[in-house]
Nanobody
Framework: QVQLVESGGGLVQPGGSLRLSCAAS????????MAWVRQAPGKGLEWVAD????????YYADSVKGRFTISRDNAKNTLYLQMNSQKPEDTAMYYC?????????????????WGQGTQVTVAS
């Protein structure tokens, strides 16, 4: 079955950096686009970034553009999110998600499986 396991969250000071990882199993990883989505305390889900199956196309929310980088290693079935210049408003639970729109590697932004999340707190 599909499993997505996030790691790498923690406490970071404003301006600092963290790298999140998501280990995937149970499906053909390189055939599916993947995404990061976050949920801040008391708020709804916010889409953060998406990357296509081959890793050639990346998409970002305006709130993180220029600060965050999504990447993937298909040989390791792992998705990453490098977060730099972090702000207190980046504090949230971060989830990785699998795109269920198709297995051609394109991004459909239709997520059908989610991990359990990893907490990121940006505070001094």
């Amino acid at each position: 079955q599909v499993q997505l396991v996030e790691s790498g969250g923690g406490l970071v000071q404003p301006g600092g950096s963290l790298r999140l990882s998501c280990a995937a199993s149970g499906f053909t990883f390189g055939s599916c686009s993947m995404a990061w989505v976050r949920q801040a305390p008391g708020k709804g889900l916010e889409w953060v970034a998406d990357i296509d199956g081959g890793g050639g196309r990346e998409y970002y929310a305006d709130s993180v553009k220029g600060r965050f980088t999504i990447s993937r290693d298909n040989a390791k079935n792992t998705l990453y999110l490098q977060m730099n210049s972090q702000k207190p408003e980046d504090t949230a639970m971060y989830y990785c998600a699998k795109d269920g729109g198709g297995e051609d590697g394109d991004s459909y932004f239709e997520y059908d499986y989610w991990g359990q999340g990893t907490q990121v707190t940006v505070a001094s």
